[in-house]
């Protein structure tokens, strides 16, 4: 059964396919991006029973969409005996019948919002270009480690395992909660079909992807440095300690991971290559 919910402000939009979005937000001040062909008014009379929701943390969101720039329908069904589920499926996912509500500790993690803030009379919130903790500042374009609330399906993260985005977006709604838009960024293991690569590539490559998801900005972790290949092999000649490091990663590419399709980035044609020979 489909979901019905109240809205408080509509915005249209048009995605890069020239797909008609309608940019919304939901009385409980989340917001998202939905096709316009997948919306169906209700009439009048028609009869809406109320249930009582479950409790969840403020920090954690619940999807509507799901995702930016797809839909139900645009995501290819799970198959029997693929190697692993993708991230576009798992990521702080929520088991809504589960009697488990999901916690995370962020004791002293106290994102500040810095900068001017600017006015989205449109959906009626509050637009900021960074925030702050312990005098770390976080601006919209950068790379950051996300955490995942406890109960989920990664109990411990590794180098190679965190969850790692680009901030798209930070907001205040107008009940007051911060929220953060960011853009998925895939490893080399997260890939399918898989790519063969060597082990410093498998911990430190990233894909970026237009798989986008609305977030509370308590699942926002640290800052994170993003390097060109170029220069990430300069950094790996001349640093000893890089193991010691594990928010600097290189950009070697992009990933659909709808349609399943994977771009290399210019700088990358050796990485490439000896993937293609590998095969």
């Known amino acids: 059964m489909g979901r019905i919910e109240t809205l408080i402000s509509v915005a249209e939009e048009t995605d890069k396919a020239g797909r008609r979005l309608v940019s919304i937000e939901f009385d409980d001040g989340d917001c998202g991006n939905i096709r316009l062909d997948d919306i169906r008014l209700l009439p009048p009379d028609f ?7 479950p409790v969840l943390p403020e920090f954690i969101t619940r999807k509507r969409s799901g995702r930016e720039r797809s839909s139900v329908g645009d995501r290819p069904s799970r ?3 693929q190697p692993h589920e993708p991230p576009s499926k798992r990521r702080h996912k929520i088991e809504e019948e589960s009697v488990k509500e999901p916690t995370i500790d962020t004791a002293g993690r106290k ?4 900068g001017k803030p600017q006015s989205d009379k449109r959906l009626r919130r509050t637009l900021y270009s960074a925030v702050e903790c312990d005098s770390v500042q976080v601006k919209v ?3 950051v480690h996300m955490l995942e609330p406890a109960g989920g399906q990664k109990k411990v993260h590794k180098d190679n395992d965190r969850y790692v985005a680009v ?5 205040e709604t107008k009940s007051g909660a911060k929220k953060l838009r960011v853009a998925w960024c895939y490893r080399a293991h997260e890939i399918v079909p898989r790519i063969h690569v060597n082990a410093l590539v498998a911990k430190r490559a990233l894909f970026r992807s237009d798989h986008y998801d609305d977030n509370c900005i308590q699942s926002l972790s640290e800052k994170c440095e993003l390097l060109s290949w170029a220069e990430f092999k300069k950094l790996d000649e001349s640093d ?3 193991g010691d490091r594990p928010n ?26 000896a993937n293609s020979k590998s095969h």
């Open 47 to 53: 009869p809406i029973t109320k249930m009582k929701a």
């Open 79 to 81: 198959v029997a005996g």
């Open 111 to 114: 994102w500040q919002w810095t």
């Open 141 to 143: 374009g950068d790379l």
């Open 167 to 171: 901030v798209e977006r930070f907001w």
């Open 240 to 242: 000893e300690h890089l």
């Open 248 to 273: 600097i990663y290189f950009l070697a590419g992009s990933y659909d991971p709808v349609n399943r399709r994977l771009q290399w980035a210019d700088d990358c044609a050796d990485i490439s290559a």
